[in-house]
C-alpha cells in the first residue's frame, strides 16, 4: 500500500450495503439501551416496570438486540466494506447476495422482536431450554443465522476471487482476517442452528413432546463461545491494521496478526463446555480438556497486545519519544478516532483477567450465574468490541455517505467515549463486586424475605444505576453522532485508514491461507473435544422435558 490507497473509497453501492447493516445496528443500539436503563432502575429497588410488562420481557430485548443484533448487523457490514475497500469493489453477484443476506437477517430480527414484544418469547436471548418460546421466534433465530451465512458468502466470493487473480500473493490483510472471522462464524453457527431446526423448533410446534436439555444447551455452547470471538476479531481488525493508520504508525508485524487469527480460529470453538462447568451430564475430565483449550486463547490474546503497544511505542519512538514511557505522550489523544477504540483496548485488561477466573474449573463456582459474569462481560463486548465499533463508526459512516467528521463532533464523541469508561467503571464494577457476595444474574429486585445477604447486595445496586445511567447518556450521545455523520454532517472526505506493515519487505508466508489445513486441523480440534462426550449424551439420555412458559 502507499499513498495512493488513502484516496481509495468504498464503491458507493458497496457503502449503501454497508449503511443499511449500520442503519439495523443503531436502531439496535436505541432499543437495547432503554431496556438496559430500566434493568438497571428495576434492580436498584426503586422503580418498578409499568402496565405489567416483565423484567424478563425487557431482559430478552436487551440481551437479543444489543448481543445478537447490533453485533452482527455490525459486523457483517463492517466485514463488507473492509473487503470492498481492501480487495475490490463488489461484483453485482456479489452486491446481491449481501442484500440477500441482509434482508433475510432483517425479517428474521422482526420476527423474533414481534414475538418478544407480544410476550410470546420471554427465554432471554440464550433461549436455554426446557423454557419454551414460540415458533416463530425460534424461526425468526434461524433467518438471521440463514442470512448471515449468504452474508459471509459475499465474502467468501470476494476473497477466491482476489486469490485467483494474484496467485502466489498473501490476501489484503483486512480481507484475511474477515474470511477468518467469517469461516469461524459458519463453523460455530451450525451448533445451533442444529439445536433450533432439530430440537426446538419441532418442540415448540408440538411435533414433539419433549426436549433433550443437556444436548440443546450443548449445541448453543458450541456455538455460545466462538460467538464471543466473533465479536471481538473485527474490533481487532481494527487494532492490528485501522489504528496504527490512524495514529501515523505502522502494524507491528502482517504475519504475527494473520498467525494471531489463525490460532482464534483454532482455539475458539472447542472450548463451549467452560460455560457449561456446573452442569451435571457431562465428564468432568472433558470439561478439564476443554479448558485447556479454552487457556491457549490467552497465547493470542497476548500476542495482540504486545503487538499493539509495541505499536503504540515504535511510533512515539519515531516521534522523538525518550524515557520509558515518553511514546505514550505522542499518541493523537483529541482524535476520537483513536482514543475512543483506546479505551476499549484498556477495558480488555480487566476483563481478560476476569475471563480467566471464570473459565477456571473451581472459581467459576464462586461466580458462576452471579452478576459478576454480565459485569465480565459488560467490559469484553459491551466495552472493548462496541467502543471500538464506535470509534469505526466515526470514520466509516461518513466515508461511506460522502461527509465528514466535524471537529465538535469529534469533540462530542471523545465526550461520549468518557462517559462510558465511567458509566462502566460504576455499573462493571458494582457488577463484579456484588457477584462476589453471591448477587444472581438476570434476577429483578428482591430482598429475599429480608436475608442480610441479599441486604448487602443494595449499596452496589445502587451503584450499577448510576453507572447505567451514565452509560445511557453515552448510548444518546452516540446516537446523535451516526445521525449527524449519516446525514448531516457537512459533504466532505473522510479517509477509510489501512495501516501498512513496518517492513515492507514482509510477506506474509503462504503457508496462513492454506484453508484445507487450518480447517482441517480445526474440524479434528472439534471432532476430538466433543465426539465422546455427545456420544455419552445421546447413550445416557433421560427422558427429556416438557417446554416451561415461567413468564
Ligand atoms: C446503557 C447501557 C447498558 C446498560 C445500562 C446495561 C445493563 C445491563 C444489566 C443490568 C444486565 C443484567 C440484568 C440481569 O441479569 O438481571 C445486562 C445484561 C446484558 N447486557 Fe447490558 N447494559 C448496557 C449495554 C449493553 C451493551 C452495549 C451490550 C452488548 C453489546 C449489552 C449486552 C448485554 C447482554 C448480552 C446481557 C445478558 C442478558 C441475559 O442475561 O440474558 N449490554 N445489561
Ligand atoms: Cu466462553
Do not use: C
Amino acid at each position: 500500500m502507499n499513498s495512493v490507497s488513502e484516496k481509495i473509497k468504498v464503491d458507493r453501492r458497496d457503502g449503501k450495503l454497508g449503511m443499511a447493516h449500520f442503519y439495523v445496528a443503531f436502531i439496535a443500539l436505541a432499543v437495547g439501551g432503554m431496556a438496559g436503563l430500566l434493568q438497571v432502575l428495576v434492580r436498584s429497588g426503586k422503580f418498578q416496570l409499568p402496565a405489567g410488562i416483565g423484567y424478563y420481557q425487557i431482559l430478552t430485548v436487551h440481551g437479543v438486540v444489543l448481543g445478537l443484533v447490533l453485533t452482527t448487523f455490525f459486523i457483517m457490514g463492517f466485514q463488507i466494506v473492509a473487503v470492498s475497500r481492501t480487495s475490490g469493489t463488489l461484483t453485482n453477484k456479489q452486491r446481491l447476495a449481501g442484500w440477500t443476506g441482509f434482508w433475510i437477517m432483517t425479517a428474521g430480527t422482526i420476527m423474533a422482536a414481534v414475538m418478544i414484544l407480544l410476550n410470546e418469547a420471554s427465554v432471554l436471548y440464550t433461549f436455554y431450554a426446557p423454557l419454551q418460546a414460540h415458533a416463530l421466534y425460534y424461526l425468526g433465530l434461524t433467518l438471521v443465522i440463514v442470512g448471515s451465512w449468504v452474508d459471509g458468502s459475499v465474502i467468501i466470493m470476494a476473497y477466491a476471487a482476489w486469490r485467483k487473480k494474484n496467485p502466489g500473493k498473501p490476501s489484503p490483510l483486512l480481507t484475511f482476517m474477515s474470511l477468518v472471522n467469517t469461516l469461524m462464524w459458519i463453523i460455530a453457527t451450525i451448533g445451533v442452528a442444529s439445536t433450533v431446526l432439530f430440537q426446538l423448533l419441532p418442540w415448540s410446534l408440538g411435533l414433539v413432546e419433549t426436549v433433550d436439555v443437556a444436548i440443546s444447551r450443548t449445541l448453543f455452547w458450541y456455538f455460545g463461545h466462538p460467538l464471543v470471538y466473533f465479536w471481538l476479531l473485527p474490533a481487532y481488525m481494527a487494532w492490528y491494521v485501522i489504528i496504527p493508520k490512524i495514529i501515523g504508525g505502522k502494524i507491528f508485524s502482517d504475519s504475527l496478526a494473520r498467525l494471531t487469527f489463525i490460532l482464534f480460529l483454532l482455539f475458539s470453538i472447542p472450548v463451549g463446555f467452560h460455560h457449561q462447568l456446573l452442569e451435571p451430564g457431562i465428564d468432568p475430565a472433558w470439561k478439564f480438556f476443554q479448558v485447556i483449550l479454552t487457556f491457549m486463547v490467552i497465547i493470542p490474546s497476548l500476542m495482540t497486545a504486545f503487538s499493539l503497544f509495541a505499536t503504540f511505542e515504535t511510533f512515539g519512538r519515531s516521534k522523538g519519544a525518550t524515557g520509558l514511557f515518553g511514546w505514550l505522550k505522542k499518541l493523537p489523544w483529541g482524535d476520537a478516532r483513536f482514543i475512543v477504540p483506546f479505551i476499549g483496548m484498556l477495558s480488555f485488561i480487566p476483563a481478560g483477567a476476569g475471563g480467566i477466573i471464570n473459565a477456571s474449573h473451581q472459581m467459576n463456582q464462586v461466580v458462576h450465574n452471579t452478576i459478576w459474569v454480565t459485569g465480565h462481560f459488560h467490559l469484553t463486548v459491551a466495552t472493548a468490541v462496541v467502543l471500538t465499533f464506535f470509534g469505526i463508526s466515526y470514520w466509516l459512516v461518513p466515508h461511506l455517505t460522502g461527509r465528514t467528521l466535524t471537529r465538535a463532533m469529534n469533540k462530542l464523541a471523545i465526550v461520549q467515549g468518557v462517559f462510558w469508561a465511567i458509566g462502566m467503571t460504576f455499573m462493571s464494577g458494582a457488577m463484579h463486586a456484588a457477584g462476589l457476595l453471591g448477587a444472581p444474574r438476570r434476577s429483578a429486585y428482591s430482598e429475599y424475605g429480608g436475608a442480610a445477604q441479599a441486604a448487602e447486595w443494595i449499596p452496589y445496586q445502587i451503584a450499577q444505576a448510576v453507572g447505567g445511567s451514565i452509560l445511557f447518556l453515552g448510548i444518546i450521545l452516540m446516537l446523535y453522532i451516526f445521525i449527524n455523520l449519516a446525514f448531516f454532517a457537512p459533504k466532505g472526505e473522510e479517509e477509510f485508514p489501512v495501516g501498512e506493515a513496518a517492513d515492507k519487505r514482509e510477506k506474509a508466508p503462504m503457508v496462513l491461507e492454506n484453508w484445507k489445513l487450518w480447517l482441517g486441523i480445526a474440524v479434528l480440534l472439534i471432532l476430538f473435544a466433543y465426539t465422546i462426550p455427545f456420544m455419552d449424551m445421546i447413550q445416557n439420555a433421560p427422558i427429556g422435558s416438557k417446554g416451561y412458559k415461567l413468564w
